[in-house]
């Protein structure tokens, strides 16, 4: 079975800084991509951050030069730095992977960034 479990989430004040992890569990290996999503309250879920095993990676324009996706592929887990936090990051971190053309998600961790 293939699951993914999601840390880091919380209360921060804005201008602050979290750093999310995610740890696939399972007998898996060469994970495609590795990414993370999050949904605020009355809107769709939105791709945040996207890495692919080689370490290439994207990012909503919404957070580009304030946060950095990485992974260690040897512990299959993705990481979310996010420094210069606003309010509008406010919402459920959803962390997602690739593999075998299949997608499977985390449960979301919920980042709340107050005034």
């Known amino acids: 079975q293939v699951q993914l479990v999601e840390s880091g989430g919380g209360l921060v004040q804005a201008g602050g800084s979290l750093r999310l992890s995610c740890t696939t569990s399972g007998n898996i290996f060469n994970i495609n991509s590795m990414g993370w999503y999050r949904q605020a309250p009355g809107k769709q879920r939105e791709l945040v951050a996207v890495i692919s095993r080689g370490g290439g990676s994207t990012y909503a324009d919404s957070v580009k030069g304030r946060f950095t996706i990485s992974r260690d592929n040897a512990k299959n887990t993705v990481y979310l730095q996010m420094n210069s936090l606003k309010l509008e990051d406010t919402g459920v971190y959803y962390c997602?992977?690739?593999?075998?053309?299949?997608?499977?998600w985390g449960q979301g961790t919920q980042v709340t960034v107050s005034s």
């Open positions: 997602n992977i690739v593999y075998i053309s299949r997608t499977y």
